[in-house]
């Protein structure tokens, strides 16, 4: 039982250039999250899903996309990367009915 | 938006000392959950509160959730340095069910 894995752990990209975020839990969770965190803002929710084929915006979901075609994986893929996206993601699951959360160890972005 | 209020931002104590970290919300929430960041690592549950003037403890931590059901606390007793890390708590709304938005946080530093 590997709980929520993320890929990769770290990247740098240039800006302009497009990536996924790769996020896996093997809990049969029907929730997933993707939040970002930056230093003295928290985590902040960019979007999240509650079922496979089902997905919607959080707080800051502008540049980033989500889709969720089976129970297991929920990618967070960055269309056109801005420095403004250089941030630690984490990737969480979940019980529905507000769930404990289990959160992945993160990958850490640097779009230069 | 929804949004919750967690303060203070930082919290440097002796160690022994207590600790207190507070969120606010400006409307009534469903439930509340908290957990902790250690530094450089993921979010980890602590406990979720779900009744108004609920009051739960962990060995030295205490969580409180108001009776209007708009803030809560996290009290630490006599500090230890294994305490150090960032604390959140995690907000749930009835509106919007499946949306659970953090705090800011509040991170602790310890002198031993």
């Known amino acids: 039982n590997a709980g929520v894995t993320q890929t990769p752990k770290f990247q740098v990209l240039k800006t302009g250039q497009s990536m996924t975020l790769q996020c896996a839990q093997d809990?049969?969770?029907?929730?997933m999250s993707w939040y970002r965190q930056d230093p003295g803002m928290g985590l902040r929710l960019i979007h999240y899903?509650?079922?496979?084929?089902?997905?919607d915006q959080g707080e800051v979901p502008n540049g980033y996309n989500v889709s969720r075609s089976t129970t297991e994986d929920f990618p967070l893929r960055l269309l056109s990367a801005a420095p403004s996206q250089t941030s630690v993601y984490f990737c969480a699951s979940s019980d529905p009915g507000f769930g404990e959360q289990y959160f992945g160890p993160g990958t850490r972005l640097t779009v230069t | 938006g929804q949004q919750v209020m967690q303060i203070p931002q930082y919290q440097h104590v002796q160690e022994g000392e207590d600790f207190t970290t507070y969120c606010n919300s400006s409307?009534?929430?469903?439930?509340i959950q908290w957990y902790k960041q250690r530094p450089g690592g993921h979010p980890v549950f602590l406990i979720q509160l779900v009744k108004s003037g609920e009051v739960k403890k962990q060995k030295r931590l205490t969580f409180q959730f108001g009776e209007a059901k708009k803030n809560s606390s996290l009290h630490i007793t006599a500090t230890q340095t294994t305490d150090v890390g960032t604390y959140f708590c995690a907000a749930y709304w009835y509106s919007s069910a499946s949306k659970i938005i953090f705090g800011s946080g509040t991170r602790l530093s310890i002198r031993p």
């Open positions: 809990m049969n969770h029907e929730y």
């Open positions: 899903s509650v079922g496979a084929g089902i997905t």
């Open positions: 409307t009534t929430l469903s439930n």
